[in-house]
């Protein structure tokens, strides 16, 4: 969330950002029930200054008055119970509103409302060209015997699967493949819980209620499925102060993503691109205000020399301010080239498809987390910046591979990046 003094101090402003956003947030009812709040919250501790004064009173009060305190008493306790559950409607009301408001934009994130104004900004290799109509990853992975959608429906339900063969093979080695780059950059590694708190999921900036929540929830808890481990990762240090000089802190993170994907449906959504569990590792960083723009560069050149390394196209997005999720203040998505991506349209050959992101989210998550750093110059404490990225999604990872790597005969061949993960070179029928 942001501050709401700068809020208050810059509506204007906000509700531009907002609309920009494509976020729908009443700023003129958050304006009003704030100061009624303050009001009525100065109004309870004058009562309760009272009542405390009158308490101390009763103790060497003389009899003819004791009465007139008695009833003193029973007068502010009737008001306090009436002012206190006012304040607690008029205190859901301001923070279920004030919730919704997003984050700051970076001036050069592209304006725009959808995605069709996200901008790119690198790309690595053009589209793969082969000499035969090259199969999706559906069919690739059947022929193959690597994945199951049918056994993931009985079992599970649709959009679920198993992975098989040299499939679960793959998974491990993308994994070890990340894990060994990113200990070399100074990362710490984390193996987190696929479980979380609501207070968490929520102070990260997802919404864990109503019918387009992206998030399970368990039933009779306070327990929601993650959906990252940006979650969890983040979640880590709440309610924390942090020494500046213990600042960067870095750490990838191993976990299940669980996702409802309400509503995803259509041919792009075919196969492991939108599914409800995959495994993902996640970069996660907590920087001082002035390193979370190097940091997300940083996060962005690191996605990009990974899947590099796998020598997949790839190219760079920088999405634009109506594309943008609330807690984001900048982001930027990998698309990766995927072969048998072709919409509705069984002639096209091949299209772009999001395989990893990564967002400066600034002091937004931070502020709703209660995170912060105390300054080795000034001693004060401040809310520290939180960024996220993606390192690989398996399940996307997957598709870029098998569909780019696939052969005439059937076959697909493995990265080079990956074969000593794996000790071979192809994968066969």
Known sequence: MLDIKFVLQNLELIKQNAENRNVKVDLDKIASVYEERKLLQQEIDELRSERNVIAKDMTSCSAENRPVLVERSKEIKEALATKEKRFKELDESFTSEFMKVPNLTHPDSPLGKSEDYNREIYRYKEPTQF???????????????????????????????????????????????????????????????????????????????GSEAQIYSLNNSDLCLIGTAEITLGGMLANSVIDEQDLPKKFVGISHCFRTEAGAYGSFSKGLYRVHQFTKIEMFAFTTPEKSEETHEYFKGLEESLFRALDIPFRTIDICVGDLGGPAYRKYDLEAWMPGRRGDDENTNGNWGEVTSTSNCTDYQSRRLNIKYKSKETGKTEYLHMLNGTAFAISRTLISILENYQQSDGSVLVPKVLQPYLGFDVIKR
């Open 131 to 209: 000499s035969f109509k090259p199969k999706d990853h559906v069919e690739i992975g059947q022929d193959l015997d690597l994945i199951d959608f049918e056994l993931g429906t009985k079992v599970s339900g649709s959009k679920f699967y198993f992975l098989k063969n040299e499939a679960v093979l793959l998974e491990y080695a993308i994994t070890k493949f990340a894990i060994d780059a990113l200990i070399k950059e100074g990362f710490t590694l984390i193996s987190t819980p696929d479980l979380a708190k609501m207070e968490i999921v929520e102070g990260i900036g997802y919404n864990p209620r």
